[in-house]
């Protein structure tokens, strides 16, 4: 694709991600940030695979593209949306700031600045253009068990304690 229409196409994507990410955080208002991140991180590790490969595959259809890109986002913002309440309500008020932000910074930074750097590895160690997508769809998938297992819902949590 030309580099002006993938700047567009991420483009959309990331306009789509402020609406799904204000949504998801309402919807965890409602319902608990536990379902809501879970949700994510299971849909992530799910379908983040069988995405890139119909963008692999179907490289002619701009519709396709924009839709599976889209798509992406909303699940993107069912983790981000909920995030900084649940962070904010996981830790008391006297250690929030550090005990939220360190671990967040940290996985941010080795994790996600890492990434492109690891993926890219995996693809040319394997001879593959999907294969570097194991490393995050593991990270995914093992996020949503320790989730599953030890995230404790916060919804009604008093911050002021």
């Known amino acids: 694709l030309a580099p002006q229409l993938v700047d567009q196409l991420s483009a959309y994507a990331i306009f789509a991600l402020l609406p799904f990410t204000v949504f998801a955080g309402w919807l965890s208002d409602?319902?608990?940030?536990?379902p809501v991140v879970v949700s994510g991180l299971i849909l992530g590790a799910t379908l983040?695979?069988?995405?890139?490969?119909?963008?692999?595959?179907?490289s002619g259809s701009i519709s396709l593209i924009a839709g599976v890109l889209i798509g992406l986002s909303a699940i993107l913002a069912l983790v981000v949306g909920p995030q900084t309440a649940l962070l904010a309500e996981l830790f008391p008020?006297?250690?929030r700031n550090s005990a939220a932000t360190l671990p967040h910074n940290l996985a941010a930074g080795w994790i996600g600045g890492l990434l492109p750097l690891i993926v890219t590895w995996l693809n040319q160690h394997w001879?593959?253009?999907?294969?570097?997508l194991w490393y995050p769809t593991i990270f995914l998938a093992s996020g949503a068990i320790?989730?599953?297992?030890?995230?404790?819902?916060t919804r009604r949590t008093n911050l002021h304690n």
């Open 127 to 132: 001879e593959s253009n999907l294969a570097g």
């Open 146 to 153: 320790v989730a599953m297992l030890y995230l404790p819902e």
């Open 30 to 34: 409602k319902i608990g940030r536990k």
């Open 48 to 58: 983040i695979l069988p995405a890139f490969y119909l963008l692999q595959s179907n």
């Open 93 to 95: 008020a006297k250690t």
